[in-house]
C-alpha cells in the first residue's frame, strides 16, 4: 500500500529564508508524486509533480523539489520565502494513472516578517 | 475553460438532516474524486467514480454516505443522517479520461456545518 509521510505539521522561516519541507513516500513500485498547496478556505493548486521524468523538478512560485529513490523522499524547497507562500502544503503520491492520490498529513508555512 | 465548480460551498444542516454535495468536472474530465479534511487533517480519499460507475469506495463510511456520478449533470455526494462529525470541507477533483501522470484538479471545496 501506498503513503505518505510529512515531517513537521508546522514549520515557521523569516521572510528570505529558505524554505524546507519534508516528505516521506512508501510505495512498492515507482510512484507518481506531488506537492500541492492550500491558500485558506480554498482548494488545492498543483505545485509541481514528479513522473518519473527528472528528478529534480521545478514548480510554479519558485518553489521545486527533488526525487530520491534512495532515502524515498520529496522534500519542497525554495531559497527565499516570501509572505505570499504562507498556507498549507501537501505531499501526494498515486501510483497508477486515473486513480486516487493519497495525501499526508499536511504541513502549514508560516512566514516571519 | 471553467474549473471544477461545486456546491454549495457553504452548508449548514441540524442533525438528523440530508446534505448532498455537487461536483460539477472539468470539461472533457469524466473522473471525479471525493475527499474529506476534517479540522487540522489532511485530506482523506472517499470515492472514485467514473461516468454512471463507483471505481473506488474504500474511503466510504460504510453507512449514510454515498456517491453518484450520473451520465448527465455533476457528480453527487450525499450524507444522510448527518451527525456532528460530518462537519469537515469536502473537495471533489477530477482527471481527464486519458490522465497519465495521476494530477488532480481540485474544486474550491464545500463546508458542511452540522448544528
Known amino acids: 500500500a501506498q503513503s505518505v509521510t510529512q515531517l513537521g505539521s508546522h514549520v515557521s522561516v523569516s521572510e528570505g529564508a529558505l524554505v524546507l519541507l519534508r516528505c516521506n513516500y512508501s510505495?512498492?513500485?515507482?510512484?507518481?508524486l506531488f506537492w500541492y498547496v492550500q491558500y485558506p478556505n480554498q482548494g488545492l493548486q498543483l505545485l509541481l509533480k514528479?513522473?518519473?521524468?527528472?528528478?529534480l523538478v521545478k514548480g510554479i512560485n519558485g518553489f521545486e523539489a527533488e526525487f530520491k529513490k534512495s532515502e524515498t523522499s520529496f522534500h519542497l524547497t525554495k531559497p527565499s520565502a516570501h509572505m505570499s507562500d504562507a498556507a498549507e502544503y501537501f505531499c501526494?503520491?498515486?501510483?497508477?494513472?486515473?486513480?486516487?492520490?493519497?495525501f499526508g498529513q499536511g504541513t502549514e508555512l508560516s512566514v516571519k516578517p | 475553460n471553467a474549473g471544477v465548480m461545486q456546491n454549495p460551498r457553504h452548508l449548514v444542516r441540524r442533525r438528523g438532516q440530508e446534505a448532498r454535495l455537487r461536483c460539477s468536472p472539468m470539461?472533457?474530465?469524466?473522473?471525479v474524486y471525493w475527499y474529506r479534511q476534517l479540522p487540522e487533517e489532511g485530506l482523506k480519499f472517499m470515492v472514485y467514480?467514473?461516468?454512471?460507475?463507483?471505481?473506488?469506495e474504500s474511503g466510504m463510511p460504510k453507512e449514510r454516505f454515498s456517491a453518484e456520478f450520473p451520465k448527465e449533470g455533476p457528480s453527487i455526494l450525499r450524507i444522510q443522517q448527518v451527525v456532528r462529525g460530518d462537519s469537515a470541507a469536502y473537495f471533489c477533483?477530477?482527471?481527464?479520461?486519458?490522465?497519465?501522470?495521476?494530477?488532480?484538479?481540485f474544486g474550491e471545496g464545500s463546508r458542511l456545518t452540522v448544528l
Open positions: 467514480l467514473q461516468k454512471e460507475n463507483i471505481i473506488d
Open positions: 510505495s512498492s513500485v515507482p510512484p507518481y
Open positions: 477533483a477530477s482527471s481527464p479520461s486519458d490522465a497519465n501522470t495521476g494530477e488532480l484538479f
Open positions: 514528479y513522473t518519473s521524468a527528472a528528478t
Open positions: 501526494a503520491v498515486s501510483v497508477s494513472s486515473g486513480g486516487k492520490l493519497i
Open positions: 470539461k472533457g474530465h469524466s473522473h
